[in-house]
DNA sequence: TCCATTTTGAGAGTCTACTCTCATAATTAT
DNA sequence: ATAATTATGAGAGTAGACTCTCAAAATGGA
């Protein structure tokens, strides 16, 4: 097993390849829909042949798919000990959203407006979610002491998500929100016990 | 006349071949999993043409999806006004759930895990979720005076369907698990402010 | 340059959800 | 009983995701 030098010619095409199909892929799916653009489709936008596109991603689904969550995992497993769950995951969700650059965010938008849009989508990402919430139940279990499958730990972390899971739905019919101010705040409702500002009729 | 039902002979072959599809759909569905249960099969199964089965069920998705929610959100709308959102839906939840009868239940669990487990079928619910979402939080709204858009509403809303999802998830590894009680004391957890019992460490 | 390895295109082929048509059978009305 | 209506079965057909194979082309190493 002798490691290679730098990237060559071959897998610099190659990323170039990879990185072309999907661009089209995500071109054609928000100029003509999901479900009405066809592989082959793809194929011919990035001009490669059809069976290059399933060379480069098994499913059409993938074309969509990434993993954006780790560097949010390991962010959090970073924040502060002091810090209370509700508080770690606000931290770090600014300080990931702060770390991206315009583009990036503008990709991520494109791609989660349609993960949370097209159905298939939101159904190959049913795993991610689900580990996505695992892995935050573990580390907020984790950062309490508790047990992963403590109840409370599971509240808070389902309470979270839910949170952030209504403003990406709110967000998706309204893009022009200002998404990194509105999730800070809604963390911060949250941390705050999620009181309704001026009828408080019965305190918990 | 007798009281024979107001329906004919035809009507109510239809109603039966049609609960007799969708029954042997879902026991093979659990037996062998969702995707690798062909129509066909179904068909064969039920003892009609696949074409009948078309005739009754427009996609294979739809032998599983059943609006569960009208009847939840009916009862929402009728909780006690001096209830706040997450107590009304608490009371709501309970009453709901109890109102079942155990074939009821035990039918609601059986969907309701192919519904997490399955991601064509998360993947159909995607409207069903938004739109329980949306009814939810517009009816919480009109109960606190609120705009719609309210993102205080917004956040409360989230944080009980996000509760609500992490003990179905939960539930639907675990299906042993007391889920009425489950869900009861969840939404009590979270109407609490979600505090976490022995370590207390940073209030908001 | 020459050879070995990897990538690609072309295209035939599979699988399954779903559509359409039409003849036959079952039900209803007269 | 007979005619009209409706449901069903049989089966051919479509679409599109995905697989497989193989020869040609591109690339890397010598």
Redesign the interface.
Known sequence: MSDRPAQGLRERKKAKTRALIQREALRLFREQGYAATTVEQIAEAAEVAPSTVFRYFPTKEDLVLVDQFPPFVEALRAAPR??????AVRVTMRQVLDAQTPEERADSVEREKLMLTV??L???S??NI?GV?ATV?DELAAR???DP?D?????????????????W??WAKDPSMEVVE?FD??L??????????R?D??P?
Chains 1, 2 share one sequence.
């Open positions: 002091e810090l209370n769950p509700v508080q159905p298939e939101w159904a190959a049913l795993d689900r919430m139940r309490e002491g508790r499958g109840p409370e730990i599971r509240n808070v972390t389902g309470a979270i998500m839910g949170v952030m899971w209504a403003l739905f709110d509105a705040q809604a911060a409702h949250l941390d705050a016990g999620l009181p309704i500002s009828g009729q019965s918990g």
